[in-house]
């Protein structure tokens, strides 16, 4: 069974950072394009970042110099690196997988692109 798991969400004080990893079963990983997005309460749903199968990176405006995505194929595995967290930064995070290694234009910032999802990890970023 294809799943998809959020882990490292949490508490955190703005400027602080946290990890999140994208832990994916029954199917290998880096062979697919992997995004990150996150839907805060009463928004819709925001791509911010992308890592192709030949570790291409994409990364929205409003996360680009902060947040990194990265991959580990050998613990099939995404991460997401999260630096100089804001309060607006505080939202339900989810990953998803693509069904290609690599998505083109702006296409990655698209959740029509992506065929798997995970439950999401929330991020609360607050003093």
């Known amino acids: 069974q294809l799943q998809l798991v959020e882990s490292g969400g949490g508490l955190v004080q703005p400027g602080g950072s946290l990890r999140l990893s994208c832990a994916a079963s029954?199917?290998?990983?880096?062979?697919?394009?992997i995004g990150w997005f996150r839907q805060a309460l009463g928004k819709e749903r925001e791509a911010f970042s992308c890592?192709?199968?030949?570790?291409?990176?994409y990364y929205g405006d409003s996360v680009r110099g902060r947040f990194t995505i990265s991959r580990e194929n050998a613990k099939n595995t995404v991460y997401l690196q999260m630096n100089s967290l804001k309060p607006e930064d505080t939202a339900v995070y989810y990953c998803?997988?693509?069904?290609?290694?690599?998505?083109?234009?702006?296409?990655?910032?698209?959740?029509?692109?992506?065929?798997?999802w995970g439950q999401g990890t929330q991020v609360t970023v607050s003093s």
């Open positions: 998803a997988a693509a069904d290609l290694p690599r998505l083109w234009g702006t296409s990655w910032s698209t959740a029509e692109s992506y065929t798997y």
């Open positions: 029954g199917f290998t990983l880096g062979h697919y394009a």
């Open positions: 890592i192709t199968d030949d570790v291409s990176t």
